[in-house]
């Protein structure tokens, strides 16, 4: 009895994992092969769940008759330099507020925490007159720059979390030696911290990529635009081109599955390294 109990309950748990599965894996199929479709057969009924002839139209197109290139280059400079510079502020304000004490430490924890329960999306028209009187409208240094300030606030909080993970004693003994806070931090703390920042700045990086609500308020220019609001293009009034936009929607994840796959070890390191604190 306690046997086929054991057996019924592996069978409902792998049963529901295996339907998780397919509900999430699912959407990523159909876009992929619908990108991958002739664009007349999109729309053909029945459905087919396996084209029945590869094309390579719907990537032609995104190329020949979209700026498409321009998005990737715009994408990667501003996530790239955006996940950076936020890293680096975020890696000094995250070793001052876990090793210093000072009357506002609360307070100033309490707002970054506040900070993730506001949607971003309240303040876009704030948002949007403050950068048009900094002249930073269609630019995208000016998105850089909030999407800087957007990133600090949680990344600043993991990033506490790591330092106080790493004794206190590795850079007293540095600076015991000759080295000042500041050399004691670079030389001696970020070595050990690496996969705890390598984290922080993919975490940084993905979201940069894949934000959509700033970057469509920000840029109108299409030399400018990133990858998702030249998504967004594609949707007008009375049509979707949802041939393009499955293409460019593939084209969009590759950068970030060649990132977690190079990355991962220092994910998972990192992700583990300021969970357990001895």
Excluded: H
């Excluded at 002249?135 to 999407?147: A, E, P, T």
């Excluded at 979707?240 to 293409?247: E, K, P, R, T, Y």
């Amino acid at each position: 009895m306690i046997r086929s109990e054991t057996l019924a309950g592996r069978i409902v748990k792998f049963g529901g994992l295996g339907l998780c599965l397919i509900f999430t894996v699912f959407p990523l199929y159909w876009i992929l092969i619908t990108s991958f479709k002739d664009p007349g057969t999109i729309f053909a009924y029945p459905l087919r769940y396996w084209p029945g002839s590869w094309s390579l139209e719907n990537y032609r197109g995104l190329f020949d008759q979209s700026n498409f290139g321009v998005f990737v280059a715009n994408s990667l400079i501003v996530s790239t330099v955006a996940a950076a510079l936020a890293t680096v502020v975020s890696l000094l304000s995250a070793y001052v507020l876990a090793r210093f004490e000072f009357v506002s430490k609360g307070a100033v924890m309490g707002a970054f925490l506040v900070t993730q329960m506001i949607p971003g999306f309240i303040a876009l028209g704030s948002l949007y007159i403050l950068m048009t009187r900094m002249y930073l409208v269609d630019s995208r240094w000016g998105l850089v720059l909030v999407y800087v300030a957007v990133s600090i606030p949680l990344c600043t909080v993991m990033l506490r979390g790591f330092f106080e993970n790493v004794p206190a004693s590795l850079e007293e003994a540095a600076m015991v030696d000759g080295c000042s806070r500041l050399s004691a931090l670079f030389r001696v703390l970020v070595p050990v911290m690496t996969p705890g920042i390598a984290a922080s700045y993919i975490f940084n990086f993905v979201n940069c990529w894949n934000e959509l609500f700033l970057s469509v308020t920000l840029l109108n220019s299409d030399g400018n635009k990133t990858i998702p609001a030249a998504l967004n293009g594609f949707i007008s009034s009375y049509n979707i081109d949802w041939g393009s936009m499955s293409a460019a929607a593939v084209l969009s994840i590759v950068p970030t599955m060649v990132l977690f796959a190079v990355a991962s070890r220092y994910i998972v390191e990192g992700l583990t390294a300021g969970a357990v604190k001895e």
